[in-house]
């Protein structure tokens, strides 16, 4: 029965707006139980050696906090999503990547790179920006630990629920900065790695 109630949340928070494309991935999913400080550790460790990065890790409260920065119902599910990309430049939201926009792949993952955004710096956005207010210092009001005024910020929702996608998610991230982030004195670029597993468990929770 536990494992139905997995699979119904999982579509619930997958399958909103234009998320049903993830939906036959179900069985590539990982039951999880609450953050496990351990396995995101070993998780962070199979990144690329270089890449500077600041782990966060986002409760239920956040989790709904962001969701609620939303200007509509619309915004308010896409921000709903476990896997997310924001891309700011001082405070104006520039980039955005949910995963309700990237099509599967054949092997049971997402691509992020769909439509070559991840080629230039910042990327171009997947999500239509028109109509979202979102700020960096909104979201620095949910998430304290984000610092600076200036530059880039990078903020990128995972979750070990989906350890494979969010591993695609995050090299996507790194590629990018790697091939096209801005050279040193250009600007800043400040990457930080939120993850959710904790809202997730308490909605599954919700289930049973």
């Known amino acids: 029965m536990k494992k139905l109630h997995f699979v119904a949340v999982t579509i619930v928070l997958l399958c909103l707006s234009s998320c049903n494309t993830l939906a036959p991935m179900i069985f590539g999913f990982r039951e999880i139980n609450g953050y496990d400080a351990e396995q995101c550790e070993k998780f962070y460790k199979k990144l690329p050696k270089d890449f500077a990065f ?4 986002c409760d239920e409260e ?71 207010a979102l700020k960096r210092s909104d979201m620095q009001a949910v998430f304290p630990e984000i610092a600076g005024e200036k530059g880039y910020t990078v903020l990128v929702f995972w979750t070990n629920m989906l350890h494979k996608i969010s591993k695609s998610e995050i090299k996507t991230v790194y590629k990018n900065l790697k091939k096209h982030g801005p050279s040193t004195g250009s600007g800043t670029v400040e990457v930080y790695l939120i993850n959710n597993d904790i809202p997730l468990t308490e909605s599954l929770h919700e289930t049973e």
């Open 54 to 57: 600041t782990p966060l890790v």
């Open 62 to 132: 956040q989790f709904r906090q962001v969701s609620n920065l939303g200007a509509d119902s619309m915004q308010m599910k896409d921000l709903y999503q476990p896997l997310k990309i924001m891309y700011f430049h001082g405070d104006s939201l520039v980039s955005l990547h949910i995963n309700c926009y990237c099509p599967p792949t054949l092997g049971f993952n997402l691509n992020w790179n769909y439509n070559h955004q991840f080629e230039v710096f910042p990327p171009r956005t997947s999500v239509p920006l028109d109509g979202y």
